[in-house]
């Protein structure tokens, strides 16, 4: 159990769609960090919530958006699916911005076709 | 930009030999962190390191981090097939204590029994 649960597992979207992913962050924890992992590479930064404010932006396009909610948890959008944009979505929450650490949740293997 | 790089990135080892990653940054890091992602998992925490070359030790494996702080490595000792997956390297962005993750792109292990 990673503590951090996300869904849906898996989705497959065509090009041009949107979709919204969803995070619950481990409980205690305050910070929401999202993550696109290409096969074979490591994650990469998309961006991090903290007090339902977006507080740090990777370098991704504005088709990606995000969203936290009074309870912590967290919502990814992306806008106008490319093929590109298959991944996995990864999910990692913290505490104080991650000075102990992230949790990760399990992801989202988005593919779109 | 700032960048991270892992060696090598695949490793195969008989079960029992010793297994070596190394790390570094093309910054100076205020922390470094080590995650492990099994086959068709999730990153997982492992350790953070913080001062330099500091020295940790769970049980089989082995995390330094460098004088400079830009490298660091991950050593297992005596290596189980329980080891199996993509080991990684991560240090916060622009040094910073909070935010953004630069991960390496993983060095992936396969322990032969």
């Known amino acids: 159990d990673a503590g951090v649960t996300q869904s849906p597992t898996h989705l497959i979207k065509t090009r041009g769609q949107q979709v919204t992913l969803r995070c619950s962050p481990k409980s205690g924890h305050d910070t929401v960090s999202w993550y696109q992992q290409a096969l074979g590479q490591g994650p990469q930064f998309i961006f991090q919530?903290?007090?339902?404010?977006?507080?740090q932006r990777g370098n991704f396009p504005d088709r990606f958006s995000g969203h936290q909610f009074p309870n912590y948890s967290s919502e990814l959008n992306v806008n106008a699916l490319l093929l590109g944009d298959s991944a996995l979505y990864l999910c990692?929450?913290?505490?104080?911005?991650?000075?102990?650490?992230?949790?990760f949740g399990s992801g989202t293997r988005l593919t779109v076709v | 930009g700032q960048q991270v790089m892992q060696i090598p990135q695949y490793q195969h080892v008989q079960e029992g030999e010793d297994f070596t990653t190394y790390c570094n940054s093309s910054t100076t890091l205020s922390n470094i962190q080590w995650y492990k992602q099994r086959p068709g998992g999730h990153p997982v925490f492992l350790i953070q390191l913080v001062k330099s070359g500091e020295v940790k030790k769970q049980k089989r494996l082995t995390f330094q981090f460098g004088e400079a702080k830009k490298n660091s490595s991950l050593h297992i000792t005596a290596t189980q097939t329980t080891d199996v997956g993509t080991y990684f390297c991560?240090?916060?962005?622009?040094?910073?204590?909070?935010?953004?993750?630069?991960f390496g792109q993983g060095t992936t292990l396969q322990v032969k029994p």
């Open positions: 990692a929450s913290s505490l104080n911005g991650g000075v102990y650490g992230y949790t």
């Open positions: 919530y903290y007090e339902e404010e977006e507080r």
């Open positions: 991560a240090g916060p962005y622009l040094s910073s204590n909070t935010g953004k993750l630069i």
